[in-house]
C-alpha cells in the first residue's frame, strides 16, 4: 500500500434513484445525421464494464445501473451524491424487489455543475432483473479527501483508496505508477474541458478523426479501462497543459454528437515527474474487481505486460476475448 490518508477520510450514506432514461428528440451528429438512439440512464441489462465502449448503436449509453439523486439542483443534495461516490464504493438496493441486492460503483457521468450527476453501478444480473427505475441505492461513500503525502504534485478523486492496490499502483522510485490500457493525447479530448471541478462527472475522448482513432488504437476502448491522457490536467479543472497526465477510468459508451464520445472519469492527476503509467491489456476494473464481463473470472491484480510512458508499443493489439464481448468495437452509428 503506498503511504496515504485513509484512516483519516469520512464514510458516509448517500442514496440515489435508479434513473429513467430520458429522450429529447433527434441528436445532430458530427457527420451531419440525425438519429434517435437509446441514451443515459435506467437499467443496462447488457451493457457492463469490460465491454467495447465503441460497438453499441446508441450515443452516451451507461453500463449496468445509472443513479442519481433527484432533490432539487441547487441545494446541493444532487450535486453531492455524483462527488461523494467514489469508483470501487459498497453499493446496496434498499428498496424494490431487489432489496438487499450488493453492487459496486463503476463510474460518474455529467457533473462539473451540469444538471446530471449520474452514478454507474455494476449488479449481478440476477439483482438487475429485479430493479426498476425508482428504486432507491444506498452508497457507502468513501474516498473524497484521498491524499498521497510524499507527492504533492499527484491530487486523488473519485475513487475509493481501497481498490489501489487491486489496480496495482505502486511506487517507482519518485513516482507513482499505474497500469492503463491506452495511452489518449489531449487534442482527442472533448466535452468535459474547461468544467471547473474533476470531482464529478467525466471527460469525453472524441473518435471523430480516423488517423487518431487508428495511430492510437481508440476503437480497443473498453469500459471500465484505466486510460492515460497525456499533456492534460484535471486538478482544478480540466485543461491541456503538457508534462501532466490524467490517469482514469472508461465510464460511459461512444457518442454520435459533436466533441463526445465514450467518457473518462479521473482518479489521479499531475505532473508526469510524479504521475507515471505503463500499458497492460488487463488495466481494467472489471479484470481487477471481478465485476461486469468479468465477474466470474476474478484477478486479485493487473498484469502488467508492456512498457512505460511514452512507449510506442499498444498491448490492445492482442485481444482479449475473454473480457471483451466485442472484440472487433467500432462505433455502430
Excluded at 432514461?21 to 457492463?48: C, E, H
Excluded at 474516498?143 to 498521497?148: N, R, V
Excluded at 492534460?232 to 466533441?259: E, L, N, P, W
Aim: hydrophobic share 40%.
Amino acid at each position: 500500500m503506498i503511504e496515504n490518508n485513509q484512516e483519516q477520510l469520512v464514510e458516509l450514506s448517500v442514496v440515489g434513484e435508479v434513473s429513467h432514461p430520458p429522450i429529447w428528440g433527434y441528436r445532430v451528429g458530427a457527420d451531419g445525421q440525425v438519429r434517435f438512439l437509446p441514451g443515459i440512464g435506467g437499467v443496462t441489462y447488457n451493457v457492463k464494464v469490460g465491454m467495447s465502449a465503441v460497438h453499441w448503436k446508441a450515443d452516451h449509453v451507461e453500463p449496468g445501473v445509472s443513479c442519481q439523486n433527484f432533490a432539487k439542483q441547487f441545494d446541493g443534495t444532487a450535486a453531492g451524491f455524483g462527488v461523494l461516490c467514489q469508483i470501487g464504493n459498497k453499493a446496496i438496493v434498499i428498496s424494490g424487489d431487489a432489496k438487499g441486492g450488493e453492487g459496486t460503483v463503476t463510474g460518474k457521468h455529467g457533473g462539473g455543475g451540469s444538471s446530471m450527476e449520474h452514478v454507474m453501478i455494476d449488479f449481478d444480473d440476477a439483482t438487475l432483473e429485479q430493479l426498476v427505475p425508482g428504486d432507491r441505492i444506498l452508497v457507502r461513500a468513501y474516498g473524497l479527501g484521498l491524499e498521497f503525502p510524499g507527492f504533492p504534485e499527484i491530487k486523488a478523486m473519485n475513487v475509493d483508496p481501497r481498490i489501489l492496490d487491486r489496480l496495482n499502483l505502486r511506487r517507482e522510485k519518485k513516482r507513482l505508477v499505474l497500469p492503463v490500457h491506452l495511452a489518449i493525447p489531449a487534442a482527442a479530448m472533448g466535452a468535459g474541458l474547461g468544467s471547473q471541478h474533476s470531482y464529478s462527472g467525466d471527460y469525453d475522448i472524441q473518435l471523430f478523426d480516423p488517423q487518431t482513432v487508428a495511430e492510437y488504437h481508440l476503437d480497443k476502448l473498453r469500459l471500465g479501462d484505466l486510460v492515460a491522457i497525456t499533456d492534460a490536467d484535471a486538478r482544478f479543472g480540466r485543461y491541456y497543459r503538457q508534462g501532466h497526465v490524467i490517469v482514469g477510468i472508461v465510464v460511459h459508451c461512444c457518442s454520435t454528437v459533436a466533441g463526445h464520445g465514450p467518457g473518462v472519469t479521473p482518479i489521479l492527476t499531475g505532473s508526469a515527474k510524479e504521475l507515471g503509467f505503463e500499458f497492460s491489456e488487463r488495466a481494467n476494473i472489471a479484470f481487477a474487481l471481478g465485476i461486469g464481463s468479468a465477474r466470474k473470472k476474478h484477478s486479485a491484480r493487473l498484469e502488467v505486460r508492456a512498457g512505460r510512458n511514452g512507449a510506442s508499443h499498444h498491448p490492445a493489439l492482442e485481444r482479449s476475448a475473454s473480457l471483451s464481448t466485442y472484440p472487433d468495437g467500432h462505433c455502430a452509428w
